[in-house]
């Protein structure tokens, strides 16, 4: 029996049906995600895997209605989408076996649900995104879309009972995790028609959209990236208030995740003129030594 059929094994998927649905999903997901379920396979206990599995499956189906299309059509099949999963998600059934492990998930894992019809609630405000003009802005797309859809998986890896503690934990996380997918994603969204750092902070800095279109690396431009990431590194330093908050087996995967992170600003601040051109992302050796060390804090912990 391989490590998969245990993992479903040890979350309670019996039905085969139901099986080669997870089955189905884990495939999706490796395809464009690997790191990740590399990830929750050597960190999280096995009874979690297919959960995870499928809470990162069902955002994926989401964002991929968000990004494809023109407007109008995106529009259309989002609204499709949405009657769909709340309907399935009010009755407990439904036929879609893209869904099947979602509900089957929700059913282990209770307060998914909320989490889910919020994040579906919220991820309408990215559908037209072109930017921010204001902090204040970007706050508040926190609050719509960035946290709820980090709280769907989030959620299968934090406290029992009462989460408000943990889901303030998460906030500040998502803020920093956030801000730097921006910063490092700049020359991507800039190409793809969105400026994601505030016009207000361009401003604050002289520098105009223009400037950075242009990826001119100019004194004015360094310093506002700077300062972007320093914003992020000042929150991801408040992680281990998160990690304190989770189960002792479920730390290891949180430790990775706020690592990665650390590991793309440490990046990205060490070539900012180069964001104007590329994305910047963990170097490969210290993301898998990272992923190493943890693998065996995961161990003990499971003894």
Known sequence: MGGWDRALDAAGVADPGLRD????????????????????????????VPHVIAATAYMHRTDTLLDSGPLDGRKAAYARWEREVADSLA??????????????????????????????????ADLDFTGF????????????????????????????????????????????????????DLAEDLAD??????????ARHGVTRADLERGESLPAVRTLVTEQLDLVDRTLAEGPALIALVPPAHRPMVRCTIGLDELTSAAARADVPALLRRSAGPPRPAALRLLGREYLRARRVRG
């Open 21 to 48: 649905d997870y089955g189905r999903q884990r495939r999706q997901v490796t395809r464009y995600k690997p790191e990740a379920v590399l990830a929750a396979r050597l960190l999280l206990p096995a009874r979690l």
């Open 91 to 124: 009755a407990g059934r439904t036929d879609d076996p893209e869904l099947r492990p979602l509900l089957n998930t929700v059913a282990a894992h209770p307060a998914l649900r909320d989490r889910a019809l919020e994040h579906l609630a919220g991820a309408v």
């Open 133 to 184: 003009a204001t902090e204040a802005d970007y706050q508040r797309y926190l609050d719509a879309y960035s946290l709820p859809a980090f709280m769907v998986v989030a959620t299968l890896l934090g406290p029992d009972g009462d989460q408000s503690a943990y889901r303030s934990a998460c906030r500040t996380f998502i803020d920093a995790s956030q801000r730097l997918d921006f910063v490092s």
């Open 193 to 202: 028609g969105r400026l994601t750092i505030p016009e207000q902070t361009l």
